[in-house]
């Protein structure tokens, strides 16, 4: 131990060690910096979605109807038996036999600063047909109403309706749905005394829905058929069901869905959803597509900055190794200044990615933070082919760091290869190396 304190070498890795542990600092705030950014990045979604339209999820059509049951019950009065005859309000949900739903998703943005948000606009078929033999169990009671109705989670998305038909007759709809669990969307109020039970409703609604990211549709058909569409190329599927088959080309992706109601199992969880008004099950039986996009800089930001421990380890081991080699003493200063400038990479990575897109942005600041510290080594070391080496190094290092941010199923198995070669290296290089000696030695020189 007393060696050790007296080495020079020693001593200076140890002070070394303390200063890297110091740097953790700056790169902590920077680490609070992008989660900051991304914070306020969701806010600005948030308040373009209060302000226009959110994500979309379609529910139906459906058929409510409104009944009056008359209940007959025996009380004891006055030592007698009287009938007492109560009626009571009921509901009754008729879901379709085919749901087919064809929607082509058209990708637009919406700019608040230097944020932006994904909309589309959703051009929306709805066909299909009802079976109504239901109403001849419901002859027997008093049918007060009947209504056909659409759920749509942020009804302020309706933009336009076009061919609205019942049996091949227009049919004019009004907003709302008269449903606490779905309350946006319309409906329209059929005519109890022109439905004809004996034969299908057949139904075919066109509309033009515009939302935010996401679009889901509950298959509430006992066979459902689900088309969606997109010029966006980076569709990701979401819901409980994967697209039976999807084609995703660079201009954009169709997916297509088929369900049953064995699958499904969507007339229980309807039916529960309406009685108990406990539709989470119901909500989280969807099919549908998010419109991501692709190249998040705040995410790929925070995962690169994960990797600052790395790159700061091996570029003070390179320093470390020069000063050894070279037996030209380093300052401790010095490594901090070099610490700093690896550290000021990351800051200037998401300050470019938010205006430039985050690949010309790390090669910006990893051109930026090379030359820097190229000029700063030679000047140190005044030595231009040890400076040239270290440049080269530190570029080769950012571009295992670009592969290891780009490839994130292999990330772990890229960034543990990249240590071992590493360590190996250095262990090869100073498998030699007296350090006691060494260290007195810089000590007399």
Known sequence: MKKILNNQLGMKFGFVLFLFLLLQLPVSMIK??????SYRQQSVLEDIAQKSSGEQRI???FIKINYKEKISSTERVNNHDKTVIKTIERQAFILPETFNLISALEGFEKYRGIYKARLYKAQTALTGQFDLSKFIELDKHTITNVNLIVGIRDSRGLIDFERLSLNDKTINIEPGTGIDEFAGGFHYTLDIDTLNMSK???FDLNFLLQGMGKLQVIPVGKKTAVVLSSNWPHPSFIGNYLPNSSEITESGFTAKWTSSNFSTNINQLFNHCMSTSNCADLNNNQMGVDLIDPVDHYLKSHRAINYSLLVITLVFACFFLLELFQARPIHPVQYGFVGVALALFYLLLISFSEHIGFNWAYLVSSIASTGLLFSYVGGILNNRQHSAIFGASLLILYGLLFGLLQAESYALLMGTL????????????????????????????
């Open 200 to 202: 299908p409703l057949r």
């Open 59 to 61: 529910i139906g059509p």
């Open 418 to 445: 990249l240590c071992f070669v590493v360590l190996s290296l250095i262990m090869i290089l100073t498998r030699d190396v007296d350090w006691y000696n060494r260290g007195n030695n810089t000590t007399h020189s």
């Open 32 to 37: 609070d910096l992008i989660s900051e950014r």
